[in-house]
């Protein structure tokens, strides 16, 4: 195999109810979030090999997603970097992580589609 073939292995729009944010009825009621998570990685031995040994499992990275969801936060920013964080540990093969965390009805008094945070995890 000679050629040098990346990719970026994603889950998108993962939708859960969570109880992040600073304002104390945003802890007892909830939201609604979209999160959704992209991996840089070398994809050239999955795709000779087809194996989900050789990628990042995207089943593995859901669970990442919904097990730091569930634990409570001030911040979207604070829940994002956890998950960056912990899919880099995780998975070796990644490279840069970018996380996407948005919460569908923000508490600001103003009608938009969602608030949140992307940031970006690098090895």
């Known amino acids: 195999m000679s050629d040098k073939l990346t990719g970026r292995v ?30 840089d990685c070398p994809l050239a031995v999955a795709a000779e090999s087809d194996s989900v040994d050789d990628t990042l499992n995207y089943a593995h990275i859901y669970n990442i997603v919904k097990e730091e969801m569930a634990l409570q936060s001030n911040l979207v920013e604070h829940v994002a970097g956890r998950i960056g964080r912990r899919v880099l540990t995780e998975f070796p093969l990644a490279d840069n992580v970018r996380v996407e965390v948005v919460k569908l009805n923000p508490p600001m008094g103003a009608a938009c589609d969602g608030a949140g945070v992307e940031l970006t995890v690098c090895r």
Do not use: W
């Not at 939708?15 to 979209?34: K, S």
């Open 10 to 39: 994603f889950v998108k729009n993962i939708r859960l109810h969570a109880f992040h944010g600073v304002m104390p009825q945003e802890r007892i009621t909830g939201n609604d979030y979209l999160v959704s998570v992209s991996a």
